[in-house]
């Protein structure tokens, strides 16, 4: 007999069925054992009565740990007082492999659980964000796929860095300098020249001395770069594709977002056009609610609070000071304070999810702008890792844009998890390497 998930159970009412599974919980009541068995697609109670089964199996299951391994044959009954409102009458039972005693129990501290993240991945809150997270990757690339996109793999090792450059993690290179990638904008720039809209899925790696609920040091990084398009038309891009995945999750995994608390209503709501508030004007709205913020200034948290509390989708912050931003984003021409950029900020305080810009391509305003940058944060590239970007510059460049999502943020932000380490299997944050 093939074996079934437990998702099945409830379509084979009246019908026998083979479940292989853990031992979530257990409890025996008047020579009736009630375990409740987990696998990947939820959880029934399997109720064995010691009169219809064998003796050895019976004391099997009596022995059998929290965490034990099994598999049961039985024919599922309905039952109002079960979980689920099933249960499987077991007529075999089998333990598979037994288990130590399991060290989470119900309430447990944070800490304890980040040490034991290679078991709390069990948990039903954990099995159900993973999973959504796996669906996720998969709307993610259906998306692209569907818009004509090559998926391309760049370096995770680099001489150098796109972003600031400061915040990224060393490396010995057989006794040279090196990094892990804090962004393979620059490869994927490249690549534009052969492939004309690519997009790599790849991690980046952030050094930031940041602990807050949404950094992370390694994470995954959705990076797509498109020739001739223009700021504008990436971002049409971007909220075609935010609203893609919010649609399909809600569509697809009502079920976990159930699990998680969150709402399928809000999801459906987020649909293009996405509102568009400069950079100047998110300053006058901060100010009116009470922030005394100055042209210039970086927003944080609070900021990114503020902005987004009364949003019911995410929204676009653009045309940020150039002081603010990386070398290769153009100067905007109709503000020359400014370049062509945007962030997208996701509703209700959870944070950019998105940084994007069209990228300068004639090679005098790269110059130009490497020059201001070294000016304005007190640094000096070296320019011998950029030669080959100059490169790009100078061989038939066209106008493109681009932009990067962080997967983790989408996640946090559309499972409405309080924390972006929930949101990733084993997180690397500042203080935590293990597991
Ligand atoms: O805004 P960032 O730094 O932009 C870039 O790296 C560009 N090169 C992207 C591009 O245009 N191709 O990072 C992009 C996104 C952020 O909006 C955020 O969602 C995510 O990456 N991100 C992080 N996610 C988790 N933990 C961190 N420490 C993150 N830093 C950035
Ligand atoms: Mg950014």
Not at 35 to 53: L, N
Not at 154 to 175: K, Q, V
Not at 420 to 435: K, Q, V, W
Request: glycine letters at 6%; aromatic letters at 10%.
């Amino acid at each position: 007999m093939a074996y079934s998930q437990i998702s099945d159970a409830a379509k084979k009412i009246g019908k026998e069925i083979l479940i292989h599974g853990w031992i979530h919980r257990k409890r025996e009541s008047g020579g009736i054992m009630f375990i409740v068995v987990r696998d990947r697609s939820g959880i029934v109670q399997a109720a064995i009565k010691k009169a219809s089964i064998s003796e050895k199996e019976w004391n099997e299951a009596t022995d059998a740990p929290i965490e034990s391994s099994i598999s049961i044959k039985g024919t599922v009954k309905e039952d109002s007082r079960a979980p689920t409102g099933y249960e499987v009458e077991v007529k075999n039972f089998k333990q598979i492999n037994s288990s130590a005693p399991f060290p989470i129990t119900e309430y447990q501290s944070t800490e304890l659980l980040l040490d034991k993240r290679h078991l709390w991945l069990r948990s039903r809150k954990m099995t159900e964000i993973m999973k959504t997270r796996s669906y996720m990757f998969r709307y993610v690339r259906e998306f692209l796929d569907k818009h004509g996109f090559f998926e391309i793999t760049p370096p995770i090792i680099t001489s150098s860095g796109g972003e600031t450059g400061a915040e990224m993690f060393e490396i010995n290179y057989y006794g040279q300098k090196a990094y892990l990638t804090e962004s393979s904008q620059l490869y994927a720039e490249a690549m534009i020249y052969s492939l004309e809209k690519v997009y790599s899925f790849v991690p980046s790696f952030r050094a930031e001395k940041s602990r807050t609920v949404k950094h992370l040091a390694e994470y995954w990084h959705l990076e797509p770069e498109m020739a001739y398009h223009s700021n504008e038309k990436s971002m049409e891009v971007q909220e075609k594709l935010i609203s893609h995945i919010a649609e399909k999750v809600a569509k697809n995994n009502e079920g976990q977002l159930k699990e998680m608390g969150a709402n399928k209503d809000d999801l459906l709501k987020i649909k293009p056009p996405f509102k568009k508030v400069t950079y100047e004007k998110a300053i006058e709205i901060l100010n009116d609610k009470g922030k005394s913020l100055k042209w210039g200034d970086d927003f944080g948290v609070e900021e990114e609070k503020l902005l987004t509390e009364d949003e019911d989708k995410p929204i676009f912050i653009t045309y940020w000071p150039k002081e603010l931003k990386p070398f290769y984003m153009p100067i905007n021409p109709k503000d020359e304070r400014t370049v062509l950029c945007a962030d997208m900020q996701a509703p209700h305080g959870h944070g950019e999810i998105i940084g994007g810009s069209e990228r300068i391509w004639k090679e005098d305003q790269l110059m130009e702008r490497f020059a201001s940058v070294e000016k304005a944060k007190g640094i000096k590239f070296n320019m011998d890792n950029y030669e080959w970007y100059l490169d790009l510059s100078r061989y038939g460049s066209v106008q493109h844009s681009g932009f990067g999502m962080g997967m983790e943020r989408v996640i946090k932000w559309m499972l409405n998890l309080d924390h972006i380490r929930d949101a990733i299997p084993f997180p690397r944050m500042m203080n935590r390497i293990n597991p």
